[in-house]
């Protein structure tokens, strides 16, 4: 009697431990699921008193701004202040001249997540925080380039100002430099400067002409896409990446360019 009923012990020892460990699988597979949505909702969450992108966007030029962003890029720093271009999953923001020791900038690495707090300002149409500190947080996030071609020449483009953002099958069209040549590109704006200065050059799409501009101190002569633009003929077909820059019209900071296939 006894054999039968330690038999049937254990027996139901069996029968539970493969019930839980059943209940365990299913645990993992529905983890492995969400585990990405709950990394990506923490990231993405905002702090008290934290301004969304929309209030941002509807904030007052000269009004106290806070947001959590993530680094996408590093522009320059002199005189512990930083320039950077950041995003996070709802829109994108410029920080000029953000209070930053040396020590500091060199953790600002892409897709750091910061706090912001500053003041909403405007530089020929370009919508920025000056007057900047902020604070590093936990968080991770690396923005996807929008394609956002379809767009240009349109009252939809200024609402992606500042994200990383790209286009694709752009001409080179001709630019005029000093002296009154047609060129695939310029030194400076107005074709007056030398290497090492920001490269122009425009490029047309459905019959209308862009001005995309290197800024130098954000990819300067030695890097690939500087070099790139160097090389360009009027009339290629191109593919670009960059910022979505303003200067009283889309000015966009492009980082690397292809040939479009």
């Known amino acids: 009697m006894k054999r039968i009923l330690v038999l049937l012990l254990a027996l139901v020892m069996v029968l539970s431990l493969a019930a839980c460990g059943k209940k365990d699988d299913d645990k993992k597979d529905n983890n492995n699921e969400t585990t990405p949505a709950v990394s990506d909702k923490d990231d993405f969450a905002k702090s008290e008193g934290v301004m969304t ?103 939809e483009l200024v609402k992606y100002q500042n994200r990383y953002v790209e286009f694709k099958g752009m001409t080179v069209a001709p630019s005029t430099d000093a002296d009154g040549n047609e060129v695939a590109f310029l030194y400076k704006w107005n074709g007056s400067g030398q290497d090492g200065d920001d490269l122009y050059f425009n490029v047309e799409h459905n019959g209308k002409t862009y001005s995309f501009t290197v800024e130098s101190y954000l990819r300067d002569k030695d890097s690939d896409v500087y070099k790139a633009v160097k090389e360009l003929k009027v009339g290629d077909k191109i593919n670009l990446t960059g910022y979505l820059y303003w200067y009283d019209t889309v000015n966009p900071h492009i980082i690397s360019v292809a040939t479009a296939k």
């Open 53 to 155: 992108y929309q209030q941002y966007a509807d904030a007052a030029v000269d009004a106290e701004v806070i947001v959590e962003t993530f680094v996408q890029d590093k522009q320059s720093w002199w005189d512990n202040k930083a320039t950077i271009y950041t995003q996070d999953n709802e829109g994108a923001y410029f920080i000029y001249e953000m209070q930053c020791s040396e020590a500091d900038y060199a953790k600002l690495v892409k897709g750091q997540k910061i706090r912001v707090k500053g003041y909403k300002a405007d530089f020929q149409g370009e919508k920025e925080i000056a007057d900047a500190t902020f604070e590093i947080l936990d968080g991770n996030y690396i923005a996807p380039a929008m394609d956002i071609t379809n767009y240009l020449g349109t009252d």
